[in-house]
């Protein structure tokens, strides 16, 4: 879809989403779920940046780390990736108060699904990294440059453009991952939606307001990640022609 | 209190073990849905008159861009309410299913697309009937699509602790009753997380061996 016609069905599906709310019964539901979608975009803008923080961590050094460094990743990557974000969570909440580290719920949702998505973008990350040209790694070896140089200068953003799209996924997959940190007791959208149904028992309006946000939620996601899309194409090109 | 306690560690793994059960059988009932009603999506959306199809696509597109945690509860609460009263396991199957048939229809969609147009032009030129367009041409689409079908296989099976919070008792929710009997958390969490780990690790490597023998079986002239 192109971007302008992906505006646009953001800004009716809103539109309707709201003149339904206000002349359906649904709209003392409003305020509630929207303060819920407040504190879901605060864990997803969290979650997103440690995600990317932890990828590209993770991928150097599985591709360029010694031995012990390149197993610790492959370890984070195969045991984050190999088990449930649920499971991720409930540990970090139960078990890590056990070893004395107490943190607020929001802190460990961030920190679970942050780094249960960055395991997902380090092979991301790493696709990206080896897929660009030998050639361009030839040329910094010609231009004596040393491997941080040539990973910062050259390699990374050339790959950062093939990454994008990828990364766009994995972002929804998050927003949508958030809504399991209801289950411990933070008052996200869903949390909100659960506790409004339980006093309400008008469970129609409840979850189909839910489930639009969130779709509201994932299309700006979309809209933004083609913004940079374009800019790091655009980037990339003029990089070229000159 | 001790961090980690053996004794108790053993104590918990068999009703843990059993558990599981219930997990897997979520994961194949959930998955064979997936697999049946993506099959249906993916013709529905690339074969299907006008009125099918662009519906189809956007609903695809709601199920894949909302949690799968919102549907459940969307399932199992709402569904009550126009009379279709669900036990929460199947509520969850259903949703599960649900959820995955969308992606799984993008699967069978990238299957189709690879299929030689030249294999639905001989259909034409032998004037065949649909039922024997589908079933002579669809076939081969699959073979290669067996690999990205068992990931999300192994992405379903990941999220079935999410049935946990409509109180279906599998290995999330023992662990977490287990835990909230005994005050002890570490150990039954940790040991679901092991299992989790150990299903998928073994679920990987089969993926790989199967896509290494079709690999074989299609390279071979």
Same mark, same amino acid.
């Given at each position: 879809m192109p971007l302008r016609s992906l505006v646009i069905c953001a800004i009716l599906a809103f539109a309707a989403g709201l003149a339904v709310a206000s002349f359906a019964g649904?709209?003392?539901f409003v305020p509630g779920l929207l303060e819920g979608a407040l504190v879901t975009v605060e864990i997803t803008i969290g979650g997103c940046i440690l995600a990317v923080i932890a990828a590209f961590i993770a991928a150097m050094a599985k591709m360029y780390g010694s031995w012990p460094v390149r197993w610790l990743a492959v370890t984070y990557i195969e045991i984050f990736r190999g088990t449930s974000a649920l499971v991720q969570l409930f540990w970090l909440f139960f078990v890590l108060p056990r070893f004395g580290l107490t943190m607020d719920p929001l802190t460990v949702a961030i920190l679970a699904l942050g780094l249960n998505v960055g395991a997902y973008g380090a092979e991301v990350v790493r696709g990206a990294v080896t897929a660009v040209p030998r050639g361009q790694w030839e040329a910094t070896i010609a231009l004596n440059m040393s491997r941080v140089q040539s990973l910062r200068r050259i390699i990374v953003p050339q790959a950062i453009v093939a990454m994008i799209p990828p990364w766009g996924n994995l972002f929804i997959e998050l927003l949508k991952a958030t809504a399991i940190v209801s289950l411990i007791t933070i008052s996200d959208i869903a949390f909100r939606a659960q506790q409004m149904n339980a006093t309400t028992y008008r469970t129609t309006e409840i979850f189909s307001l839910a489930l639009v946000i969130y779709l509201a939620l994932a299309m700006v996601i979309t809209i933004i990640m083609r913004q940079f899309e374009r800019l790091a194409a655009r980037g990339l090109a003029r990089g070229a022609s000159h | 209190l001790k961090f980690w306690d053996w004794a108790f560690a053993w104590e918990i793994l068999p009703i843990l073990l059993r558990a599981s059960i219930v997990t897997l059988e979520a994961t194949i009932l959930g998955f064979i849905i997936a697999a049946i009603l993506g099959l249906a999506f993916a013709i529905g959306r690339m074969f299907g008159p006008k009125w099918l199809s662009v519906p189809l696509a956007g609903f695809i597109e709601f199920i894949r861009s909302t949690p799968l945690l919102i549907q459940i509860f969307f399932i199992y609460f709402v569904f009550p309410e126009y009379g279709v009263i669900l036990p929460a396991m199947a509520a969850g199957v259903m949703a599960l299913g649900l959820h995955y048939a969308t992606y799984c229809s993008e699967v069978y969609r990238a299957g189709f697309a690879n299929i030689p147009r030249g294999q639905w032009e001989a259909t034409i030129a032998l004037n065949l009937l649909p039922y024997y367009t589908f079933r002579d041409v =669809?076939?081969?689409? =699959?073979p290669p699509i067996v690999p990205a079908l068992g990931n999300y296989l192994v992405a379903l099976f990941k999220d079935t602790p999410l049935l946990s919070a409509i109180a279906v008792l599998e290995l999330m929710q023992t662990a977490k009753i287990i835990g909230s009997d005994t005050f002890r958390y570490t150990e039954p969490i940790t040991e679901v997380g092991i299992i989790f780990l150990i299903f998928s690790l073994v679920a990987a490597a089969l993926i790989r061996l199967v896509e290494a023998r079709l690999n074989r079986r299609t390279t071979r002239p």
């Open positions: 649904f709209r003392e | =669809i076939p081969q689409a =699959i």
